[in-house]
Every structure is written in structure tokens, then in C-alpha cells.
T-cell receptor
Framework: AQKVTQAQTEISVVEKEDVTLDCVYE???????LFWYKQPPSGELVFLIR??????QNEISGRYSWNFQKSTSSFNFTITASQVVDSAVYFC?????????????FGQGTELSVKP | DGGITQSPKYLFRKEGQNVTLSCEQN?????MYWYRQDPGQGLRLIYY???????QKGDIAEGYSVSREKKESFPLTVTSAQKNPTAFYLC?????????FGPGTRLLVL
């Protein structure tokens, strides 16, 4: 069965701290995609990153970085030097090729609060 | 600008009433999706369409219906059979590189 687990329901940090959001997934497929989305208070989901199962290279984009480890089925997301604007709910999601049109299976989300 | 639009932003439904949520995209994406989000939870798939004039049920399709007569449009109807319709509804489209979401419609029951 496919499943995405984000064990951290809420995280609160002070501005400029680094913070890591955890994501663990389950799938029987060998070909799949992993995503991170940001949901600010407005509600719209903002696409952050897509990673396919054959590419375990870590990725950095500005203050954001992602650590994909197939051995532990994890796809963690780190924000360096957090800012108040980073406050949002962050979702990790899994998509399996050929499964219901590539539907996204979402975790429960982690609410990040960055205080000034 | 390219993107996905959803309307209305807020929608109120009376008991026994059918209501339709609009979703339009000008990204030329083939696939479109409807998700439902309940408070404190992730999104769940209602319906999806990979091509015009074709659509498939997702995980929670009961009480909902859709149509896909044009590539750009994928409206969702919440029927009176949906007993707990209060939720945030998000439409997405995809061309295979990832799903991009609209701003959402919040449906409330009067």
C-alpha cells in the first residue's frame, strides 16, 4: 500500500534557525515521484520540488534543500536560516506511475511557524 | 499569465442542493484533478481526467460528478448525495512534470 507519513504535526522555530521537515513514504513500485508543496494561509498549494525514484542526488535551491534516501524511504526537507515568510503548512506527496493518473498521495502536513 | 483559476472562492450550499465548482487552466495540460482537503489533513483525490471526454473516479468520488468537455475546463459538481461536503476543494493540472494547483474553493453548508 502507498502511504506518506509526516510525523511532525507542528514545528515552531525562531527566525534564522535551520529546520528540517521529515517525510517517510511507502510504495511497492520501483518507479515513483516524490514532491514537496507549500500551503500558505491563502490555501493555494505551491509546488516546491519533484524528484524521481532513480535520482538520489540531493538538491539545493537557495535556502531550501532536500535529502532523498531510498534506503530509509525518506525525503526530508531543510530550510536554512528560516524566515517569517516560510510559515506555512508543508506537504510531502508520492506519485506512482500508472496509479490513478499519477494521483498524489499526501502526508498529513507539517505546520511550520517561524517567529521573529 | 498561465495558470489555473477556480471559482468561486467561497460557496455556500443549502441542504439538498447541487453546486458546481469551476476549474479552468490555460497551461495546455492534458491531465486535471480534483482534490478535497479537510481541516488538519492532506488532500484526497475525488476525480481525475487524463484526456478530454474521459475521466475516472478517485478515492472519494461518491457524491460528486465531473465533466471534461474541453481541455481547459474540469468542473466539479457536489451533489445532494454528498452528506459532508464542507471542505476546501483544490483543482490541479499536470503535463507529467508535477501537478500545479489552483487557489481553491471553500465550500460551506448553510
Amino acid at each position: 500500500a502507498q502511504k506518506v507519513t509526516q510525523a511532525q504535526t507542528e514545528i515552531s522555530v525562531v527566525e534564522k534557525e535551520d529546520v528540517t521537515l521529515d517525510c517517510v513514504y511507502e510504495t511497492r513500485d520501483t518507479t515513483y515521484y516524490l514532491f514537496w508543496y507549500k500551503q500558505p494561509p491563502s490555501g493555494e498549494l505551491v509546488f516546491l520540488i519533484r524528484r524521481n525514484s532513480f535520482d538520489e542526488q540531493n538538491e539545493i535551491s537557495g535556502r531550501y534543500s532536500w535529502n532523498f534516501q531510498k534506503s530509509t524511504s525518506s525525503f526530508n526537507f531543510t530550510i536554512t536560516a528560516s524566515q517569517v515568510v516560510d510559515s506555512a503548512v508543508y506537504f510531502c506527496a508520492l506519485s506512482e506511475v500508472g496509479n490513478q493518473g499519477g494521483k498524489l498521495i499526501f502526508g498529513q502536513g507539517t505546520e511550520l511557524s517561524v517567529k521573529p | 499569465d498561465g495558470g489555473i483559476t477556480q471559482s468561486p472562492k467561497y460557496l455556500f450550499r443549502k441542504e439538498g442542493q447541487n453546486v458546481t465548482l469551476s476549474c479552468e487552466q490555460n497551461l495546455n495540460h492534458d491531465a486535471m484533478y480534483w482534490y478535497r482537503q479537510d481541516p488538519g489533513q492532506g488532500l484526497r483525490l475525488i476525480y481525475y481526467s487524463q484526456i478530454v471526454n474521459d475521466f475516472q473516479k478517485g478515492d472519494i468520488a461518491e457524491g460528486y460528478s465531473v465533466s471534461r468537455e474541453k481541455k481547459e475546463s474540469f468542473p466539479l459538481t457536489v451533489t445532494s448525495a454528498q452528506k459532508n461536503p464542507t471542505a476546501f476543494y483544490l483543482c490541479a493540472s499536470s503535463m507529467g512534470r508535477g501537478q500545479y494547483f489552483g487557489p481553491g474553493t471553500r465550500l460551506l453548508v448553510l
